[in-house]
Structures are given as C-alpha cells and as structure tokens.
C-alpha cells in the first residue's frame, strides 16, 4: 500500500502504440501489492474464526427464555388485578401484593395445567415445566440510618425523622425488628461481589436478606409474617428478588434479579434484569468446535502482537503516526481483555459451580457468574466491530475507498470547527430544556435525557405535545426554534462541508493515474 501512494517514475502514456507490449506492474509495486492481498487472505481467515466465536456465544434461544421469563414475572395475567403487575408497584403494600401473589405463582410449579398435583423430584420446582430453580430465590433489602438528612428548623416541631437518599455512608447497618434472624441483620457480602446502579443510587451488594423456602405455603408464610411484622420500613431504599434458572434442554442459565427502589420522595421504581448464559461451555461437538476456534483465536493474536512488536521496533516513533495502527493496538488490547475475561469466567465456574449447587435450600449467586459472562460478550462485540472496520485498511488501493478516506481527512479540520459551533447550541438547548421542562416532562427529567431528546428530535422523533403542556409559551418556541437552526442550518452546513469536499477530491483523483488496472493485471497472473 504504502508503494501505491509513494511517489514514483511517471506513468506509461495513456495510448500506447500499436502492438507495443502492455506496460507490467513494476517489481516492487507488485512485491507489495502481493504482501497486502496475503495479509488480506490472513485477516478474512481470522476474522471468520472471530465471527464463528460471537456467534457461538449467542442464540435464538436466548431471547425466547428472556421473553418467556419476563412475560411471567413481569406482565400480570389478564385474568388478575393489574395492580398486582411487577411493573404496577408504587408502593410498599403493592410490593407485598406481588411478592405473595405473581412472585410466588411464578417460583412454584406444583400443578399441572389441567390442576393434576406434580411429583417434584427432591421438591424442586420447575418454571414452565423445563426450567429448574436452582436453590432458593433470595430477597434482600438496603436501608439509610434516621436523621441522615438535615430539617430546616421551622419544621422541627413537625418532623422528627429524616431518611435521606441512599448513600454508602448512610446505609443502616444496625439489627432490627426482632433480630433473631438473618433478615433482621445485616449481612455483609464478598468484596467481589459486584454493586447494582440503579435508577436512584449506587446500591452494595450487603444488606439484610433471606432465602425463599422451597415450599409454596412456607414461603407464603414467611412474606405474610415479615409484612406483619413491618420488615419493610421508611428507611428502606431498594429490595432486590433474586433467582436462577436453569434449563437443560438449551443447556441455558437464566439469572433474574427484580429491582425495586423506594426514593426519598416517596413511591416506588421498578427494574429487572433477566440474563441467559450459557456457563457449561463444552457439552456437545460444536462446542469442541468453538473451543479449537478459540485456541485458534488465540494464536491469531499472538501472531499479530509479535507482527506489531516488529513494527514498533522497526519504525519507533512513525508507527504512532498512523491511524491504521492505533485500530491495530486497540484490536490487539480489546482481544486481550476478551481472553482473560474468558479465562477468569471458565475458571470461576468451575470452581463455584459444585459449591454453589451444594445446599439445595441455599439462594446460589450465579449472578456474580453472569456479570462476568456479559462483560465477557461486551467485549467480544466491541472486538469484532473494530475487527470489521479493519477491512478498510485492506482494500484503500481501491479508487473509490480512497476518495472516501480522502474525503474525510480534508475534512477533518472544517468538521472540527464545525463540531465546536453545533455543540455550543447543542448545549444551550439542552440547558434551556432540562430548566424549563425538567420538572415535568421525563424526556427532559434529567440533563443526559436533554441530550438524547434533542437527538431524537433531530430524527424526527418527538412529543410536541407534552412539551407545549410543561409550558405554553417557552415550549412552541424551544421546539420551533431548534429545529429551525439544528435541523435547517447547521445539519444542511455540515452536508455542504462533506459535499464540496468531496467534489474537490474526487476533482483531483480524476488527473491522477489509476492504479487498478495494474492490479486487475496483477489478479490476471
């Protein structure tokens, strides 16, 4: 590549004479030339070895369990009351209604449809028939101290406790109620164990928790004798319900954790979190398979990392002067963290999976296990979005793909300064949004849903009419006005650098020799 755009000896003239003999690539171009398609051959192979290993990892089946899981603890039944939904709490005593009712009805599987009673073997329960609870379903709650809050003094004689928003520093610690049980104290977790963001907070993973009896009526018993005895407090901030599945037909762990958060203003927040992993990686011939592409995967990178070393040796500091090789170093660094991620979390699970299945009426966390297994698919797909990018770097001898990169690098400085213009108003709309409609509107609720509002409505996605009830006057002309200079201007400027740009590249590559026909020649041999 570099000898296709170095300078060379003039060209052949374009009209050569009659029977005079075709004009060959020249031996050092040709050198070249043959060196890119190889490492072009090398990197196909590679990148099919990287594609064979993401789509190993996921499956159709994936998304059914999800959609099969959600629909059962998440969407109330048409035939109950909809204040009974997961997604209906607002409230503590709604958060006791569906904890003694769709919560357990979703657990315990004891009948058949026809309402025949089931033999559960060593009384496991099995969701939709085919899925094993495994252990228990643990609940666990995180609470604030009292007066971790100021009062302003007018209203002493009217307030006495002050709960504030969570805070790890905040966080009562101290036994309660009865505190006889474990859920009446707390209970400290592993400091690997990692922490939940939530809507309202950043929440531990401590807190006081108890396991679900594996019996229905048990369990029935024990959430009716907490919410008699005020388990639940105004210091309460956030409960977590968490369960796994697993599934041997699919060879498929589902983690499901169901979120509820109790803000200092009072009501109640709802989230859930359902992942499907598969943590026993080799059971069946294609997953040998994918194993040989993983050991493949890793020689792959160790040839490149050496390739590289060469490179940063050989070239010292120009090597950091192209762009193409920053792609080279991160790919190489993202696949890195990929391989140790894949080596921590096969590791792990084997080392937990006979402890945490030990004790059939202890909560196992496969939710520590399935944190790693999605950070793990995260990088994967960051790596092979940077590793398709790369194909760019193999085919610029191509006329067209060059004009495109040229287009870009001409441009870049105009963009800029552009980028600097768009984003001033950009941000000051986003600032005048969240202050006028903050209160009212949730597209507007906080400063980061500004900013992707404001996207939004540059795609054409928009509620003009929630804006306009915050506010009848500031709200018609924030919308009018933003999308009149965004949308109409400085979208129309930013087009209009790239087009002119592109017309003087494409200007200039027109008296420039082509080289393609050289390479079709190279092709032909």
Known sequence: LRALSSDSPLPPPPFPRPGAVKPRVSCSRELELKTTLRELLIYIVFLTDLCLLTFGMVSTDMYYLNKAMSHLFLEPSSSEDNRSGFGSIGSRADFWRFAEGPLLDGLYWDKWYNNMTLTLQNNNSHIYYENLLLGGAQIRQL??????????????????????????????????????????????????????????????????????????????????????????????????????????????????????????????????????????????????????????????????????????????????????????????????????????????VSLLMEELLSDAHVYPDFYFLAFWQVLYNNMIAVNIFFAWIKIFKYVSFNKTMTQLSSTLSRCAKDITGFAIMFFIIFFAYAQLGYLVFGSQVEEFSTFQNCIFTQFRIVLGDFNFETIEAANRILGPIYFITFVFFVFFILLNMFLAIINDTYSEVKADFEVIPSQELQIRDLFRQ
């Not at 009562?172 to 104290?185: T, V």
């Not at 002067?321 to 921590?344: E, G, H, Q, T």
């Open 143 to 348: 609470k604030v101290r009292n007066n971790t809050c100021s009062i302003y003094p007018y209203f002493h004689t009217f307030l006495e406790d002050c709960y504030s928003e969570y805070r790890y520093r905040a966080e009562d610690r101290s036994d309660f109620g009865l505190k006889n049980e474990s859920e009446w104290k707390y209970t400290s977790a592993s400091s690997l164990s990692p922490w939940y963001w939530g809507s309202m907070g950043l929440y531990s993973s401590g807190g006081y928790m108890f396991t679900l009896p594996k019996s229905k009526r048990e369990s029935v018993e024990k959430l009716v004798f907490l919410r008699q005895n005020s388990w639940l407090t105004r210091g309460t901030r956030v409960v977590f319900i968490d369960f796994s599945t697993y599934n041997a037909n699919i060879n498929l762990f589902c983690i499901i954790k169901l979120v509820v958060e109790f803000p200092a203003t009072g009501g109640a927040l709802t989230s859930s979190h359902i992942y499907s992993v598969k943590l026993l990686r080799y059971v069946t011939y294609y997953d040998y398979f994918l194993a040989s592409c993983e050991i493949a995967f890793c020689l792959f990178i160790i040839t490149f990392i050496i390739q590289e070393a060469i490179k940063i040796v050989k070239l010292k500091k120009e090597y950091f002067r192209s762009a193409w090789n920053w792609l080279d170093l991160l790919l190489l660094v993202v696949s890195i963290l990929a391989i140790a991620f894949n080596i921590y979390r096969t590791v792990e």
